[in-house]
């Protein structure tokens, strides 16, 4: 049995680091820390997506995680980018305190 | 035990403690740091996986480009009193890790029930994970996607300027 890495190990790893990244976003309210834990949800799908690829020997897993590498670079520019303006505009980043569109 | 496993196990470890020093640190910096090393961790575990030109971009792009905005970006802040950031709420942390634990319940119950039975890294993966492979495959079935995701990267670098300008005029 432990012998070999099998399919199963990654995907359990994926799981559990998908897991820590969401109790990171729901727990924390530092919005920069919110963002780390989002990249760390994407770098978890990107490693089943790997995995797969990897195990049943295709290619199109390989340029999906190119993708979202793409995806998240955009979206850490835009959300990182947000983040100043929200501390430009109330000297804050505690996702508490910006209840500005909260009905 | 295998080479590849203890290989595997080590790096798997690492990225776990550092995924979770990500998300308990105090000071974003610590935790930004934390999240570099677990990138490192996770382009080991994609060399395992025999997929180097993935392995490579995940060091240039996650560890080389994002981390250092994100560090910039807690520079910028200077965030120095986090006892203002402390979070109040002991109830729904609880909440949080109670829904997470669920979740991740729920994964463990779909791999026990589902065995893949997929114990060998397929033996063409080390050819398709070249570079030239991927960019033959990336510039002819993938190429639409391709010319999308340079357009989504345009239009994130102008939102990204426009949003972080002091007035807009």
Known sequence: MFQSVSLEYFLILAAVLFSIGSIGVLTRRNAIIIFMSIELMLNSVNLTLVSFASFLGDSAGMIFVFFVMAVAASEAAVGLAIVLALFRQKQTVNVDEVNIMKW | MSLTFIFFTVLAILAIAS?????????????????????????????????????????????????????????????????????????????????ASVLIIQFFLIYLLTRSGKIEIAENTAKLSTVQSIGQVLFSEYLLPFEAIGLLLLAAIIGAIVLAKRKLT
């Open chain 2, 19 to 99: 995924a979770i020093v990500t998300i308990t640190a105090r000071n974003p910096v610590i935790s930004a740091l934390s999240l570099v090393f677990h990138f490192f961790m996770l382009a080991g575990l994609y060399l395992t996986l025999n997929a180097q030109f993935i392995a490579a971009i995940q060091i240039l792009v996650y560890a080389g480009a994002i981390m250092v905005l994100v560090i910039f970006v807690i520079m910028l802040l200077n965030l120095g009193d986090e006892e203002k950031l402390k979070e109040k709420f002991n109830l729904r942390k609880v909440i949080a890790v109670l829904l």
